[in-house]
């Protein structure tokens, strides 16, 4: 049996009713991670194999006397670095925190480790996080699980092609732009950014705005998909605009595809020709659609209502205040502007000159535009758009100049469709869609729910995978 293959829902199954041990599991992890890693870079600063095995003959030896810490008990993982995990760099992809550690576990890790995982390094992201291409001067890229020579997407890249490629079960990320989308559809794994409080993140400097990234799953498998994200979730009072509410979410019977049937599903497409889109993206996009109405989805074409030039200009007010304040504290240590890539550099210059009057501008319109959602979603369960605007590109690259003949006026324009679902604190998830007919690279479908309706993506994601089974389950040759 490949241990690797399995779930980690029957990964925890089996290592409870004593099947295999949590060793063999850990071998096996470390033996792929060997075989694999060197050649698509997903996994940075793995800690010494014997303190890992040796943190899986403790979890045994619990296992032996009956105590167990919870669903992950013993189960290796590897967090997004730009995640705090206690006992490992937090690198953020800059040479300049190369020997950052962190005092703590963010809250996210923490509630990790209490359900029983054991954290063996770090996934690959891009500087800061920033741009939907993992690549850093530290670490080197991250390779695309189906094809070494194109990007993985980002920033969580090294999270989706450590599931793509079968090194560990499960996998953590987070998303500001498209984070855990993009990079989820071009490996053909789930990914799902959740509503906005749903997963607490930090605490870091800021608990009041810093509010459009979020941390969340990313898993192989629905049911993984759901067990990881509530064991993320819940309320911290350190993280005040954490969500009180309940997940409430119960993973459906194997085969269950009635959330389907009668769901009202909008198809936003290229916005009517706003976003450009690269040959054959929408087609795919297409597929899974026909694959949602088969299964009893009624999917129809649909607007967004409101003017999405004014939405990226809100957009890029947002970012470059969240952004800026990033970058700052390391631009007084010696060389910093040469050794910080200049995507870094331009959002920090950006926020120099923002006036407190353009951000509460871009505040406000950023609170029309969730209202006016909220009347979208009286008509439509779920809106539908791809989880990119390209196919994966050459991961020498650093950002495709332009889509389809049309430039990109900013190093982030080509990920402009994964702001509608943050702007609005939305939950979005990414299922896998289809395959470019040439080079077989993978392309995800973008869902986007009503505020608090993550259980709703969850449910259509079970019901999806229920319904195609034979595809969901292809792996990378």
Request: proline share 8%.
């Amino acid at each position: 049996m490949d241990l690797l293959s399995l779930s980690a829902s029957e990964a925890s199954r089996r290592l409870h009713a004593r099947e295999f041990s949590c060793r063999e599991f850990m071998q096996a992890a470390l033996d792929r991670i060997g075989a694999l890693n060197p050649t698509f870079n997903a996994i940075v600063n793995l800690a010494e194999p014997a303190n890992l095995l040796a943190q899986a003959d403790a979890c045994d030896a619990e296992l032996a006397a009956g105590r167990s810490r919870g669903w992950l008990h013993g189960l290796p993982i590897a967090i997004k670095d730009a995640t705090d995990a206690q006992g490992f760099p937090s690198t953020r992809g800059c040479v300049l925190l190369r020997d950052h550690r962190p005092a703590r576990d963010s809250v996210m890790v923490h509630r990790l480790r209490a359900a029983g995982c054991i954290v063996i390094g770090k996934t690959n992201i891009p500087e800061f996080g920033l741009g939907s291409h993992t690549f850093n001067s530290l670490f080197g890229p991250t390779r695309n699980a189906w094809d070494p020579a194109v990007s993985a997407g980002g920033s969580s890249g090294g999270a989706a092609v450590v599931l793509a490629r079968r090194m560990l079960p499960l996998a953590d990320g987070s998303d500001f732009m498209g984070s855990l989308r993009n990079p989820a559809g071009w490996n053909h794994v789930f990914g799902l950014r959740p509503t906005q409080g749903r997963v607490p993140t930090g605490p870091g400097p800021d608990v009041w705005v810093d509010q459009l990234s979020t941390e969340g799953p990313m898993a192989r498998t629905a049911e993984d998909l759901g067990r990881l994200l509530a064991t993320q979730s819940g309320h911290d009072p350190r993280l005040p605009l954490s969500l009180q509410s309940e997940l409430g979410y119960t993973p459906p019977e194997p085969g269950d595809t009635r959330a389907l049937q009668g769901l009202r599903v909008g198809w936003l497409g290229d916005l009517r020709g706003h976003l450009a889109m690269e040959e054959g993206v929408l087609s795919a996009c297409g597929e899974a659609l026909a694959a949602l109405g088969a299964g009893g989805a009624r999917v129809d074409e649909a607007t967004l209502g409101t003017d999405p030039d004014a939405l990226w200009d809100c957009w890029l007010t947002w970012r470059r205040a969240l952004t800026g304040p990033r970058v700052a504290p390391l631009l007084h240590l010696p060389g910093a502007r040469d050794l910080i890539k200049p995507e870094a550099l331009w959002e920090h210059d950006q926020s120099e000159g923002l006036a407190w009057t353009d951000f509460m501008r871009a505040s406000q319109a950023r609170t029309r535009y969730y209202h006016h959602m909220l009347d979208v979603f009286g008509q439509w369960d779920v809106l539908a758009l791809p989880s990119a605007q390209v196919w994966p590109f050459p991961v020498e690259a650093r950002w495709p100049r332009e889509i389809a003949g049309r430039a990109m006026d900013t190093y982030h324009r080509w990920m402009e469709v994964t702001i509608y679902a943050t702007l609005a604190g939305l939950p979005a998830i990414s299922l896998p869609a289809g395959f470019h007919p040439v080079h077989g690279w993978p392309m995800g479908l973008q869902l986007i729910a009503a505020p608090g309706a993550d259980a709703l993506l969850l449910r259509v994601a079970a019901a999806d995978e229920a319904a195609r089974p034979a595809f969901m389950a292809k792996v990378p040759g």
